[in-house]
T-cell receptor
Framework: RKEVEQDPGPFNVPEGATVAFNCTYSNSASQSFFWYRQDCRKEPKLLMS???SGNEDGRFTAQLNRASQYISLLIRDSKLSDSATYLCVVSLSGTYKYIFGTGTRLKVLA | GAVVSQHPSWVICKSGTSVKIECRSLDFQATTMFWYRQFPKQSLMLMATSNEGSKATYEQGVEKDKFLINHASLTLSTLTVTSAHPEDSSFYIC??????????????FGNGTRLTVT
């Protein structure tokens, strides 16, 4: 089983739609969680950190469920510019090691 | 803030030559930098962890003599791909976390280097 798993997609959604991605992690010692966005042939860029109480940044909402070991990302009112690969990243407690998911591709269609 | 600059952005070289990639933290100090490789349609794979003033820590399966890492200062780490071969063609990305921040702080990525070995 992979340490961090994501549905690769692609998720094809119309503009304005709401879409949600999940990411599961296997190591219960995982401490910190992040969502990154990666455009084709570009480096990943931090979208948001994920906090235990859940957090929101504009149209983006992240949730953490430690009991079930998954995090989620919700995108409301999708824009064409949201088309990208979304990477789930987990860091392990007591280390500086970061584990990347394989990413979920999102295509927002006009 | 937290800008990481990577150079060059792309490079084409002949088989057997060596290529040096630089990763700089522009507005912060980074005691630890990470080097990743990404093949098309695949996830980032950690190659090594670069520690300022000490030897890098390589992931299993990564040849330390082929991928030389030097982290001579708090703002610069270099990756040298020695005797490059076509199978080394890939997208190489560095990342860093801000020193003096606690565990769990996010990574900041350089813009990546696309290496093509002919």
């Amino acid at each position: 089983r992979k340490e961090v798993e994501q549905d690769p997609g692609p998720f094809n959604v119309p503009e304005g739609a709401t879409v949600a991605f999940n990411c599961t992690y296997s190591n219960s010692a995982s401490q910190s969680f992040f969502w990154y966005r990666q455009d084709c042939r570009k480096e990943p860029k931090l979208l948001m950190s994920v906090y235990s109480s859940g957090n929101e940044d504009g149209r983006f909402t992240a949730q953490l469920n430690r009991a079930s070991q998954y995090i989620s990302l919700l995108i409301r009112d999708s824009k064409l510019s949201d088309s990208a690969t979304y990477l789930c990243v987990v860091s392990l407690s007591g280390t500086y090691k970061y584990i990347f998911g394989t990413g979920t591709r999102l295509k927002v269609l006009a | 803030g937290a800008v990481v600059s990577q150079h060059p952005s792309w490079v084409i070289c002949k088989s057997g030559t060596s290529v040096k990639i630089e990763c700089r933290s522009l507005d912060f100090q980074a005691t630890t930098m990470f080097w990743y490789r990404q093949f098309p349609k695949q996830s980032l794979m950690l190659m090594a962890t670069s520690n300022e003033g000490s030897k890098a820590t390589y992931e299993q399966g990564v040849e330390k003599d082929k991928f030389l890492i030097n982290h001579a200062s708090l703002t610069l780490s270099t990756l040298t791909v020695t005797s490059a071969h076509p199978e080394d063609s890939s997208f190489y990305i560095c990342s860093a976390r801000v020193a003096q921040t606690g565990l769990g702080s996010p990574l900041h990525f350089g813009n990546g280097t696309r290496l093509t070995v002919t």
